[in-house]
């Protein structure tokens, strides 16, 4: 599992299915924007597994973002 930390979320979703991963989903940790539609306007803030974790591609890996 990459750091996902501080990068766009487009830029993390292109990392983490390079990589295989299958089942990401992007939550959002803002009050107004609940949904994470486009990726390109989200940053990563948190990430469900550590960086250095390692999963297997099916393994449900949550990245919460925020839009501001």
Known sequence: M???KGLNAAVADD???????TNVQYGSQDEKDKLVLMLVNWTVTKQSAKAGTK???????????TKQ
């Open 2 to 4: 990459p750091d996902l």
């Open 55 to 65: 999963l297997a591609a099916d393994d449900l890996v949550v990245v919460t973002c």
């Open 15 to 21: 990392k983490l299915r390079k990589l295989g991963f």
